[in-house]
């Protein structure tokens, strides 16, 4: 098993930005005698202030001892030539995101530093195989991936490149556990786990607000409400930075040589052509203005309850959806399973989404009054519910599903006939990019599942997910979202097939 460095190894940062001193922070706070460099006058000694000012407040808040406070501030050197870092055991570069700087920074230190000392990149789309390309020793080189901001934020990637040495990143790994981070492998492939498996959070979003699917606002509201997310895609987007956004994901489609998976979105470009770049320019999807009024997420009026209900079988849904009910004192029968018909509400057949429309479904069934639902992350406590109903539907058996819906206590979204509504092709499709990098080496099945709740807190790992919905279940939602585009998209990953055929789950 690999020790992590010792509290008495020199650690330096490069780059005194925003994550350059976040880093050093961590690193000062776990014990090392950290240096801080940067090439802009006097921007070491500021971020240093700034440190020892947070160190402070941590202190004034009990989370740290004074003396630990002090101690920590005190371990902070800032440092104006490569050469002062000769003592470094480990260099964490966190400079601008440019293959060439970052090349020429590491082969300029590799005739400075010993030959024991580690070079960690904080580079969060470059490729460490092609940054290694560049030194005599590559097999010293691996990102050390911090999210930011990187005292707050537990996850860290640990990357490894091709020339890589297994004991470099089995250090960094127990290094950035020692700091009290969780720590995942990750092998250098375009996006590492985050960046590539996050895509179709933001993707298929656009792709169904593009398709007059839903508003953005109910869109957001359905993935807080009922998918738990702490902030749907598209004001999430418009914090990051539409720029940034774009980018990264451009990126990893042209890294990727066009894979259809990643396509970037017309309706961000435009975004990014108008310079609504979100909150920083005070518009984005939202409008950030002063005397601007947020939009509500479309919600149904109220419906009376139907005076026929019957709920099917004991599923997850069909328990969650009975016990509501009842707590609500809202009469109903209970049946056995009915194939995956989830309840009757009067006239109104309700079925949770499979990827199909609800008019394809009542065509196939030929039932004309089909209502679709949404994926909850929990049926029990989820406040919301994403609705959507057949072409063919008449307009009483609709307000019967929703008067349905609405007597067990849930909001309700109406989206037009989209196939797989909000949460359900989402989490689809990120349990699918998740798989695909465990398939392809990346990393581990527990690995990109702790870098999607750590690294942007999902409510729960796409693959731990994947396995309540069902495989079986996520494979039929992805072979119909296929269907229905005709697109490479949404092919499912051959390790999610393979799962399904040998009835086991991610995280057996």
């Known amino acids: 098993m690999s020790l992590s460095l010792s509290k008495q190894s020199v650690i330096a940062v490069v780059g005194a930005g925003a994550m350059g001193a976040g880093i050093a922070q961590v690193a000062a706070a776990a014990g090392h005698r950290v240096k801080l ?4 006058a006097q921007a070491a000694e500021q971020a240093i202030a700034g440190v020892r000012a947070q160190f402070s407040k941590m202190a004034a808040k009990g ?29 964490i570069e966190a400079i601008v995101e440019n293959l060439a700087a970052k090349q020429k920074l590491y082969s ?15 580079t969060s789309s470059i490729s460490v195989t092609a940054m290694g390309a560049a030194l005599k020793h590559p097999g010293r080189l691996a990102g050390l991936h911090f999210f930011n901001p990187a005292p707050l934020m537990a996850l860290v990637e640990v990357v490894s490149g091709l020339a890589t040495e297994e004991s470099v990143a089995q250090t960094l790994f127990a290094t950035a556990t020692a700091w009290g981070k969780t720590a995942v492998h990750a092998k250098s492939t375009p996006g590492f786990i985050v960046n590539r498996v996050a895509r179709p959070y933001y993707a298929e979003a656009m792709r169904v607000l593009a398709e007059g699917g839903a508003d953005t606002a109910t869109f957001d509201a359905c993935c807080r409400e009922a998918g738990g997310f702490r902030m749907g895609p598209f004001e999430l987007m418009d914090m990051i930075g539409h720029d940034v956004n774009f980018s990264v994901t451009r990126s990893v489609w042209n890294a990727f040589f066009n894979d259809p998976r990643f396509l ?14 979100g909150k920083k320019t005070g518009r984005g999807f939202y409008d950030y203005s002063a005397d ?42 209970q049946s056995p399973a009915k194939g995956d018909l989830l309840a009757q509400a009067g006239d109104a057949w309700v079925y949770v989404t499979d990827g199909r429309t609800a008019t394809r479904r009542a065509f196939e069934s030929g039932t004309a009054n089909t209502v679709l639902i949404d994926l909850a992350l929990d049926y029990n406590t989820a406040t919301r519910l994403a609705l959507s109903v057949a072409e063919a ?33 989402t989490v689809a499709m990120l349990a699918n990019e998740a798989a695909d990098a465990v398939n392809q080496g990346v990393c581990n099945a527990q690995g990109a599942d702790a870098a999607m709740r750590l690294g942007v807190n999902y409510p729960c790992g796409p693959l731990a997910w994947a396995d309540v919905v069902g495989l079986h279940n996520i494979s039929l939602v992805l072979n119909h979202l296929s269907q229905t585009y005709g697109e490479d998209r949404y092919r499912l990953s051959p390790l999610i097939q393979h799962k399904v055929y040998s009835k086991k789950n991610f995280h057996d």
Do not use: W
Request: aromatic share 4%; hydrophobic share 50%.
């Open 264 to 277: 970037p979105s017309l309706v961000q470009q435009e975004l990014v052509d108008a310079g609504y770049l």
């Open 37 to 40: 460099l940067d090439t802009r």
């Open 108 to 122: 300029d230190l590799e005739a400075i530093v010993g030959v024991d000392c580690i070079f960690g990149t904080n």
């Open 393 to 425: 539907c008449d307009d009483a058996a609709a307000a019967q599903a929703i008067g349905l819906l609405q007597s067990a206590g849930f909001a309700v979204s109406r989206f037009n006939d989209v196939p797989g509504l909000a949460v359900m092709r």
């Open 292 to 333: 601007a009024v947020r939009p509500a997420p479309a919600t149904e009026s109220a419906k009376a309850t139907p005076t026929h209900i019957v709920v099917y079988g004991e599923s997850i849904v069909a328990k969650a959806l009975a016990a509501r009910l009842q707590a609500n004192k809202v009469a109903f029968t």
């Open 63 to 91: 989370k740290m001892t004074s003396e630990a406070a002090t101690e920590a501030g005190e371990r902070l050197i800032a440092v104006t030539e490569l050469t002062d870092l000769a003592d470094a055991s480990l260099v």
